[in-house]
């Protein structure tokens, strides 16, 4: 998958293979055709919900009112527990053991409804199953009971914190989300100093996972996926390691790891065994996020340019997903996402789905920062002068940079 979950759907899919002998409710078969409320015309089996909570979360951050139908559609995915699967073909149908939800559809249903308005209903009963299938150290996994991991484990606080919860006082077992992240931070000894693991693998050791780790930074700042830029520090761009002893350390630390695995090539990689690393757009664009979120000005607006350059065809061979995680770099950095690199991101996802109800305006323009974190916004204001119809056109501050 091209999203940051990438890492925990693959591992979803052994657990779920090993735990659970019914199969997931199937997709539609080719011949027949998507929902036209969905956003995307791929396969929607694994990330139907995901890839919709992303578009309508994207629309909103830039002020276009999505359609109508389209939240309905989200809606409708929830099961009677509260909890989401990925997709389900016929909503009326109720959830059964064969239908295979998940923290992660769930937790970002959440941040797009509540987003939105409207839904507590909805969100209330979802953040009370999230809230039951919390593990005892404070996690979350994929699954329901699954291992705690860095990535589940942040868009669930990402979701509490959208709802209105303070993520510190959620506990199981008398753990938070926040010790559960600190226990996936590496410690700041070797290269991978700073950085978070996905799990510990089997022998209960962490390695280094860049995904992972721009999803730790975020988590451990209470932050979504939306977010807006941090407040520079002096500290902020590539400050020392310290071990890990409170969140917001342990997101300086990750930063710090993020700050430098980008640094050569301004952007992060992947590799499939057998072949050579490739550029990784989406888990770049996540790391521009982070690092935006935490103050870290420098890196982040290098990978920023660098995604400006060269994400266009990743971003249209992927759909709503990775144009949501463009914006949401965009909006993180006070990048205009109708003009990234030439490219309006804001058309490209709306043309992924049903015409939206209003086309809105660019937050990121119409929003005044005094605190000048990424130095130039654009602000652009057309006065007509009575009798005369002269159009003034106010230059302001840009963008300073995530992806």
Not at 88 to 97: E, F, G, H, L, Y
Not at 153 to 179: F, H, M, N, R
Not at 220 to 235: H, Y
Not at 275 to 299: C, E, I, K, M, R
Request: glycine fraction near 12%.
């Amino acid at each position: 998958m091209n999203v940051r979950r990438s890492a925990a759907v693959l591992a979803a899919v052994a657990v779920i293979g090993a735990a659970t002998p019914a199969a997931a409710t199937p997709s539609p078969s080719p011949s027949q055709a998507l929902p036209s409320a969905l956003y995307g015309d791929k396969d929607p089996q694994y990330d139907g919900v995901w890839r919709q909570s992303l578009a309508l979360l994207a629309q909103h951050t830039v002020g276009v009112e999505p359609a109508a139908k389209s939240v309905e559609w989200l809606v409708r995915q929830q099961c009677a527990d509260g909890s989401f699967a990925p997709y389900r073909a016929d909503p009326s149908a109720a959830c059964d053991a064969k239908t295979m939800v998940d923290t992660n559809q769930t937790a970002a249903a959440v941040q797009a409804l509540t987003a939105l308005g409207g839904h507590d209903a909805v969100t209330g009963k979802a953040v009370t199953w999230l809230k039951k299938v919390q593990n005892k150290d404070g996690g979350w996994g994929y699954t329901p009971g699954g291992a705690s991991d860095t990535n589940s484990t942040s868009v669930v606080i990402g979701a509490l914190t959208a709802a209105g919860e303070k993520p510190q006082q959620v506990e199981k077992g008398g753990k938070s989300p926040y010790d559960a992240l600190l226990t996936l931070a590496l410690g700041c000894d070797g290269d991978d100093a700073g950085a978070f693991a996905f799990q510990p693998d089997k022998k209960g050791e962490l390695a280094a996972n860049a995904d992972a780790t721009a999803a730790g930074v975020l988590g451990a700042l209470g932050e979504g996926m939306v977010v807006k830029p941090g407040e520079k520090t002096e500290a902020a761009n590539g400050q020392a390691c310290e071990e890990k002893k409170t969140p917001h350390q342990a997101a300086a630390n990750g930063a710090a790891y993020l700050t430098r695995a980008l640094a050569e090539d301004g952007h992060l990689t992947s590799a499939a065994p057998g072949s050579d690393p490739q550029p990784d757009y989406g888990n770049t664009a996540d790391a521009v996020v982070a690092l935006a979120a935490h103050g870290d000005t420098g890196q982040a607006a290098k990978s920023l340019r660098w995604l400006e350059k060269n994400s266009a065809p990743w971003a249209a061979q992927n759909g709503p997903a990775a144009y949501a995680q463009l914006i949401f770099a965009a909006q993180a950095t006070g990048t205009n996402p109708r003009d990234f690199g030439g490219t309006d991101l804001v058309k490209q996802l709306n043309a992924t789905g049903p015409a939206p109800q209003t086309a809105g305006k660019t937050r990121a323009a119409d929003e005044k920062s005094d605190s000048g974190v990424f130095g130039v916004w654009w602000y652009v204001g057309v006065c007509l002068v009575a009798g005369v119809g002269i159009g003034f056109l106010f230059s302001g501050r840009r963008k300073r940079q995530q992806p």
